[in-house]
């Protein structure tokens, strides 16, 4: 259980560092699916070259793996992604991020639905100060910009994402996450490749290829290889509250990436969003 809180956090802030990735490539000029195309086809090639290494066993097809994974990545991930992309577009990364943190809240209901997973009160309870932390640390999402387009967006965003951690849950469970990471990355880039008409790699400038595989490689690869041992190690509702330390990692990216400013209610939101995944859940850590 500890190695799976270990590797839900870990996710957590390699993600934490996409929104700060998106914001700084638009100033380039770069496009969302111009972006997301290569943040994909980057992270496809540094796990292929990973794996080619380490682990040749991993890059051998498994026809039910391959199936499960461009399920996955071609209608969830893609699809995810893509609508957060778009969003912050519309308005300010804060109120995106504000809108996808309804997620855990989200995973719980749908884990307790459809996955049978047992309803825990202190699971609710720290979804609850989860939420409530979020709403500090973003506490002024909604007064910096309101477009409705980007309100939707990211509120498909939200759901997208939430499904796609109980449907992995459930259809990767026998699967090889390691694995099952490299392929739903590959699939993700061959859809987003098809959406840009190309890989969108010609003319880049020196900034923008090092940003495009910075995003594939924390964000991206990193990322969802922590997620898919999270998810198999602790299951969807557990990874979505451990992951929620995101936003306090996003917060103080922010601050020294973009420039943001910190006010005290953020801090508090910090203090609440901390408490939320701690405090309910001291009974797993105990066993450690």
């Known amino acids: 259980m500890f190695k799976g809180i270990i590797v839900a956090v870990l996710s957590a802030a390699c993600y934490a560092t996409l929104v700060i990735f998106g914001k700084i490539g638009m100033s380039m000029g770069m496009t969302s699916v111009r972006m997301l195309a290569l943040r994909f086809l980057f992270a496809t090639l540094i796990l292929f070259l990973y794996f080619a290494v380490t682990d040749r066993n991993v890059l051998k097809p498994n026809k ?22 778009r969003a912050i577009e519309y308005i300010p990364a804060s109120t995106a991020s504000l809108i996808l943190y309804f997620y855990p809240l989200a995973v719980l209901l749908l884990s307790v639905t459809f996955l049978k997973d047992k309803f825990r009160f202190s699971s609710f309870i720290s ?3 989860i939420l409530g932390g979020c709403c500090l640390v973003f506490y002024d999402a909604f007064q910096r910009s309101f477009d409705i387009r980007g309100i939707i967006f990211a509120g498909i965003s939200m759901v997208l994402f939430s ?8 259809v990767l469970k026998n699967e090889n996450s390691t694995a099952a990471t490299f392929y739903v990355t590959l699939f993700t880039a061959m859809g987003y490749t098809a959406l840009n008409g190309g890989t969108g790699i010609e003319g880049l400038t020196a900034q923008q290829f090092a940003l495009c595989a910075a995003l594939g490689l924390i964000p991206s690869a990193m990322a969802m290889g922590f997620l898919y041992s999270a998810l198999k190690k602790i299951g969807a509702a557990y990874t979505s509250i451990f992951s929620s330390i995101e936003p306090v990692i996003t917060l103080i990216l922010a601050g020294v ?22 405090v309910p859940n001291l009974n797993l850590y105990r066993k450690y």
Request: charged share 5%; aromatic share 16%; proline share 2%.
């Open 127 to 129: 979804v609850l100060l």
């Open 64 to 85: 039910k793996l391959v199936l499960k994974s461009a399920f996955l990545g071609l209608v969830f991930y893609l699809g995810q992604s893509l609508m957060f992309f």
């Open 163 to 170: 499904t796609y951690l109980v449907v992995a849950q459930r």
């Open 257 to 278: 990436f973009l420039g943001e400013i910190i006010v005290p209610f953020q801090i508090f939101g910090v203090i609440l969003l901390i408490a939320g995944i701690v």
